[in-house]
């Protein structure tokens, strides 16, 4: 069984409910990319909404986690259709779109991911292309196998839940707790009785309509993403390289310190 389910896709492994793990990355440097890619992630996503990375580097990010056999994905600045064909024809599997607030939403970004007759983004010759080698093949590929995850976090998305994971070409989601939080005129407060109705009812829609829901775990704990995994969720990004970092140079810093 556990080796039929590494054969699938990240998209098969979404679509059957089975759990994949991921990180984010918003450090623009090869080695960063490498190394997280080593570590055993099924997945990673490079974070263009809260980094300083450009699309060059963008594409050396896809490049090296890609050929690491891991799945690059890419978090959007917006829905932005020019983005998502450039970095899908960079070599991004797919895209985690932030903001989706309605079904229309939802629908743009999928048609931005596919191509004609299915989509509306515009066909060019690039990496992802094997720079015109590969184009019957990827023609094949980015109709069967591109992602696209939408952002629950606002709750207007929370009124449109049922809508928005309906729509045909949406794999999955994650929830943006922060902003969810803020737009219902709590923010930051994670453990507010409202909130956290809120995103039981987008993962009970979301069990109904089994999609499979995401969640971000900032800090580096590896109890609390047990916990997370225990509670059902199966697509579940695994803090981001900045906290990683910081965590384990403070951590060893502090205990020295401390002594």
């Known amino acids: ?61 896809i490049r090296v ?68 080698v590969r184009f019957k093949e990827y023609l094949k590929w980015q109709e069967e196998e591109s992602i696209v995850i939408v952002q629950i976090e606002h709750i207007e998305a929370v009124n449109n839940i049922e809508e928005i994971l309906s729509v045909d070409g949406v794999d999955g989601f994650i929830i943006g707790p922060y902003d969810l939080s803020g737009s219902m005129g709590i923010p930051g407060q994670l453990k507010h009785k409202s909130l956290l109705n809120a995103m039981d009812r987008v993962y009970s829609i979301a069990s109904e309509l089994k999609k499979s829901g995401g969640i971000h775990i900032v800090e580096p704990d590896a109890e609390e993403l047990q916990l997370k995994i225990n509670d059902g969720h199966k697509f579940i990004a695994y803090s981001v390289d900045i906290r990683m970092l910081d965590t384990s140079a403070r951590n060893g810093i502090n205990k020295i310190r401390k002594k």
């Open 65 to 132: 986690i890609d050929l690491s056999g891991v799945v690059p994905l890419v978090r959007l600045t917006s829905n932005d259709p020019n983005q998502i064909k450039r970095v899908m024809d960079a070599g991004s599997h797919g895209v985690i779109v932030p903001m989706i607030k309605t079904a229309e939403e939802a629908q743009r970004a999928v048609d931005a991911v596919r191509y004609p007759v299915k989509g509306n983004r515009g066909i060019g010759l690039a990496r992802a292309q094997g720079y015109g």
């Open 1 to 61: 069984m556990e080796k039929d389910v590494n054969k699938l896709t990240l998209k098969g492994k979404l679509k059957n409910g089975h759990l994949t793990l991921g990180s984010w990355i918003t450090i623009a440097h090869p080695a960063i990319a490498e190394i997280m890619s080593n570590a055993g992630f099924d997945w990673l996503v490079i974070d263009l909404e809260h980094s300083v990375i450009t699309l060059r580097e963008a594409e050396e990010l």
